[in-house]
């Protein structure tokens, strides 16, 4: 709005409406917030998701171990011999490596990289990291 001293005649028309210089600076600061929320949920959500898939691997490494000792021809799972248990999508641009240093049809730790992030699976411990 003007100043009542500009006016010697009522207005005819509206006035255009205007925002004052700090209104786009206030939107672009709660759009930033917004998108460092929403990047910050994504990755977190990533991050789990891969943990879970991890898991996952671990008990179907474990399992398939299991199944070789009782077949009397162990040896170490890999990555094709899991794909029946873990699925495609598990599986689907993942490097899997399992390992059993013993030799005893316990699998010492799995790792699940993908994505550019790897995650080391044993139980009771979970590392996650980013590929170097």
Known sequence: ?????????APTGPEP?????????????ILFFVVVIISGLVLSIQNTTYAANSRL???AAQARAIE?????????P????????IGT??????VITVVD????????????????????YAPG?????KEK
Do not use: C
């Open 1 to 9: 709005m003007y100043p009542i001293k500009n006016y010697q005649f």
């Open 17 to 29: 409406i205007r925002f004052s210089r700090g209104f786009p600076l206030a939107v672009t600061v």
């Open 57 to 59: 691997v671990y008990l």
């Open 68 to 76: 070789f000792a009782a077949s009397g021809n162990y040896h170490v």
């Open 78 to 85: 890999v990555q094709a011999d899991l794909i029946d248990y």
């Open 89 to 94: 999508e598990v599986d689907e641009n993942a």
């Open 101 to 120: 240093e013993n030799q005893d049809a316990a699998i010492d730790y799995i790792v699940y990289t993908r994505g550019g992030l790897v995650t080391r």
């Open 125 to 129: 411990e979970l590392v996650a990291s």
